[in-house]
């Protein structure tokens, strides 16, 4: 068995600190919600603090390409895209979660996780070869990176590593071949963090902490996970997203960002080139939640189900 690794990262106000915490996140049941607070000693969920939430309806994410030729990245790109349906999909008893998200046609080239607070950005999955040397747990299949206020819970960014050093990443169907990482299994599982949730006291739930080599179960959301993005999203109206709608905050760019206002999560740590503040005054706050997972999977995307595709001139 493998544990979900978490730890919470966050810069406080006007300081240029790195504190490095358990990952904060909010009970709710037996769901958890991240939050801008530290949960208390012996426990993954805070019970207070300010729940981390999108303030927007319509999202878009970014794909780098791989060092390695297979599988084939289209397949992978469909396999995102599957990843995150499977959140959009999510009905609460008002209606169908009001969550648009979409992949861009760019392909990201920033092999960094980064939030610019003046300049474009991109939500990017960002394949990790040198893992080790950036100094990430070592036991990790992932990492989310959730840039948010400190002071509100808006999120603004998010960033997700997929580790390439712990088994050979396989599209798998009903079954993995030995050894292998189940993709679809580790995005769908990263997509709750990107979309503020925390790990999952109920073994079947997607956001479980845990998770086997050859797993493939966390690609289909149980009735916890489902509840966990309700109690965040649930009642927000559902509108329609124009391509637009799907810009990240500031912008759009595939490319690092080398101006002087800067916000760079580097191995797995928070750190700023430059004293640029959040509107509010203060440093954005960091969650960074590693992934430990193990095994992948191949599917087609059925007919009726898809993600759109969107494209700016950077």
């Avoid at 939500?123 to 070592?138: G, K």
């Avoid at 036991?139 to 819970?153: E, I, R, S, Y």
């Avoid at 690609?219 to 509840?227: E, G, Q, V």
Wanted: aromatic share 8%; net charge negative.
């Amino acid at each position: 068995m493998t544990l979900f690794a978490m730890l919470h990262y966050t810069t406080m106000l006007r300081l240029l600190v790195t504190s490095v915490v358990l990952l904060a996140a909010l009970r709710a049941q037996a769901y958890c919600l991240l939050t801008t607070e530290m949960p208390t000693p012996g426990d993954n969920c805070a019970g207070t603090g300010v729940g981390l939430k999108w303030q927007r309806s319509c999202m878009s994410f970014t794909m780098r390409q791989r060092a390695r030729p297979a599988p084939s990245f289209e397949d992978i790109r469909d396999v995102a895209d599957l990843s995150f349906v499977s959140w959009m999909q999510v009905s609460c008893e008002s209606g169908p979660v009001g969550l648009g998200v979409a992949q861009t046609e760019q392909l990201g080239e920033c092999a960094e996780p980064e939030y610019n607070q003046r300049a474009p950005n991109a939500n990017t999955i960002i394949f990790v070869d040198d893992w080790s040397a950036r100094e990430l747990p070592p036991d990790a299949f992932g990492l989310t990176l959730v840039w948010h206020n400190p002071d509100d819970g808006e999120i603004y960014d998010a960033d997700m590593q997929i580790n390439e050093t712990l088994g050979e990443l396989e599209l798998c169907g009903a079954v993995c071949p030995e050894g292998r990482v189940d993709l679809q299994n580790v995005i769908t599982h990263e997509a709750g963090h990107f979309f503020g949730l925390g790990h999952s006291n109920v073994r079947t739930a997607t956001m479980s902490a845990r998770a086997s080599v050859g797993e493939i179960s966390k690609r289909d959301l149980s009735d916890d996970d489902r509840a966990g993005l309700c109690a965040i999203y649930g009642g927000s109206p559902r509108q329609r997203c124009e391509s637009s709608d799907f810009m990240p905050d500031n912008g759009f760019s595939p490319h690092c960002w080398s101006g002087e206002d800067q916000t760079v999560g580097r191995r797995g740590l928070c750190s700023a080139s430059a004293p640029g503040r959040h509107p509010s005054g203060g440093w954005p706050g960091l969650t960074a939640v590693a992934t430990l997972l193990a095994v992948l999977v191949r599917r087609r995307k059925p007919r009726g189900v898809s993600a759109p595709r969107v494209g700016w001139t950077a």
